[in-house]
């Protein structure tokens, strides 16, 4: 087996977090949240706030563990290393089989949604899968056979996909009325309709951790992947509030929630006119292209660390095989593979409404907090131990970071009757792995 070389720089750790967060989330679920909150703009800021706050501390935690390892596979490193071999092998295995897979799925369809809206080629649900999956297809080809050139569009469309967003944020502030939609009374609101918010919210936010794949092909990680984790979330929250208050308050709540995905392009054309608003659809579709790409990236890269690891990966000598170009070539084919699995169930619950207000993507990023908060408290036990001295990074952050994680989860559980099966599947996944890791390491240990 090869060595990963080291590829990455610190821009590329911070965009990549940004590049993931910000993408379909805050122009695909700004009508979510505002249907889930009764058209509150105030709830939404909050939520978002309170999401930022525990993603700022989840990032904090965790890079107190990303500092004390030199292994790659990110999120699976530190479960394996801080927890237990089996729990990590359960954790690669909801990454590699349910949480990569489904979020890729459903952020390719939005590439779909806004090349239609981009060319007028109507609403089908099927044509903006099918553009969307053949995007995501193009996506493995190139980050397998030019993965810097996958770096490339990463650091550029991250850049490129701010435009729309302070643009349409400024100009809502500006032709809208924020403080008055601000002054909105709290009692207005329901607490129920509060937490279901926080799915999407959650989604809009989600692509912070993905970036600890990448961790061990940074130039410098232990130094530049805790600065990455603190400064993406940071500056996604600055830019989310800006857009959610300026768009909303332009077009209104109300209008947002009717118009649907389509209210990007609305308010494009009212603020600048027919062609002004194609050249901020364009911006968007290649926003969402640059999430897609930070999931991959980090996604072909899951299953060749469980295959690297004893014992959790079946066909793991094949799959631990590098390319010319040192990338994992039949890691990359597998996860193809299980995200074509994930599209088409997309489809069928999309079609059928079978998530509600959500969809297959919300479910798997709320229950990934149930694994992070169980990685906060392997800090504040090297807390305990003595490893790290510091009390605000070993007991207050993990503290904050778990509320948070709690206050996520419980929003979860209140978006679809789905959501409980969806819960129960993982779980029944996750027994699965770790099942299947300790016949495994007995076979090994026999040998």
């Given amino acids: 087996m090869r060595d990963v070389t080291k590829k990455y720089g610190l821009l590329t750790a911070i965009t990549m977090i940004v590049g993931i967060c910000i993408g379909s989330g805050i122009f695909f679920k700004s009508d979510n949240?505002?249907?889930?909150?009764?058209?509150?703009?105030?709830?939404?800021?909050?939520?978002?706030?309170?999401?930022?706050?525990?993603?700022?501390?989840g990032s904090l935690t965790i890079s107190e563990l990303d500092r004390r390892t030199n292994q790659m596979?990110?999120?699976?490193?530190?479960?394996?290393?801080?927890?237990?071999?089996?729990?990590?092998?359960?954790?690669?295995?909801?990454?590699?089989?349910?949480?990569?897979?489904?979020?890729?799925?459903?952020?390719?369809?939005?590439?779909?949604?806004?090349?239609?809206?981009?060319?007028?080629?109507?609403?089908?649900?099927?044509?903006?899968?099918?553009?969307?999956?053949?995007?995501?297809?193009?996506?493995?080809?190139?980050?397998?056979?030019?993965?810097?050139?996958?770096?490339?569009?990463?650091?550029?469309?991250?850049?490129?996909?701010?435009?729309?967003?302070?643009?349409?944020?400024?100009?809502?502030?500006?032709?809208?009325?924020?403080?008055?939609?601000?002054?909105?009374?709290?009692?207005?609101?329901?607490?129920?309709?509060?937490?279901?918010?926080l799915g999407p919210i959650a989604y809009s936010f989600d692509g912070w951790i993905v970036s600890t794949a990448i961790s061990h092909e940074l130039r410098d990680g232990k130094r530049d992947m805790p600065r990455a984790l603190a400064i993406g979330p940071l500056v996604v929250l600055v830019i989310y509030v800006l857009y959610f208050v300026g768009i909303s308050t332009y077009v209104g709540p109300e209008q947002v929630m009717a118009l649907g995905d389509a209210h990007v392009s609305v308010a494009a054309e009212q603020l600048l006119g027919t062609w002004f608003s194609k050249a901020v659809v364009v911006f968007v579709v290649v926003s969402v292209i640059g999430t897609v790409n930070g999931l991959v990236m980090g996604y072909i890269r899951t299953p060749y660390a469980l295959a690297i690891r004893p014992g959790m990966m079946p066909f793991s000598d094949k799959i631990q095989q590098l390319n010319r170009n040192n990338m994992p070539a039949w890691s990359a084919l597998f996860g193809w593979v299980v995200v074509s699995i994930w599209a088409a169930v997309h489809y069928i619950c999309t079609r059928y409404s079978l998530f509600g207000n959500s969809d297959i993507s919300e479910g798997a990023i709320v229950i990934a907090y149930i694994f992070y908060a169980l990685l906060y408290y392997q800090v504040f036990r090297l807390y305990r131990k003595g490893i790290i001295k510091s009390w605000i990074r070993g007991v207050l952050f993990p503290a904050l970071a778990t509320v948070g994680s709690l206050i996520i989860l419980s929003g979860g559980l209140q978006t679809s009757a789905f959501f409980l099966g969806y819960l129960l599947f993982c779980i029944a996944l996750c027994g699965v792995a770790v099942l299947y890791y300790k016949r495994q390491s007995a076979k090994l240990a026999n040998k």
Wanted: hydrophobic share 55%.
């Fill in 33 to 57: 949240i505002l249907i889930a909150t009764n058209g509150s703009i105030v709830a939404g800021v909050l939520l978002f706030t309170v999401a930022a706050i525990s993603i700022i501390f």
């Fill in 73 to 197: 596979g990110g999120l699976v490193t530190y479960a394996q290393e801080f927890v237990s071999p089996a729990i990590g092998c359960a954790l690669g295995w909801f990454q590699m089989l349910v949480y990569y897979p489904t979020i890729t799925a459903v952020v390719s369809w939005v590439v779909g949604i806004y090349t239609c809206i981009l060319f007028n080629w109507g609403d089908s649900l099927t044509t903006q899968i099918l553009i969307g999956y053949v995007f995501a297809t193009l996506c493995f080809v190139y980050n397998l056979l030019a993965p810097k050139f996958g770096g490339f569009v990463q650091n550029s469309t991250t850049f490129v996909k701010l435009i729309p967003l302070i643009l349409l944020g400024v100009l809502g502030f500006i032709w809208g009325d924020p403080v008055a939609a601000l002054q909105e009374s709290p009692a207005q609101l329901n607490q129920l309709g509060i937490l279901a918010a």
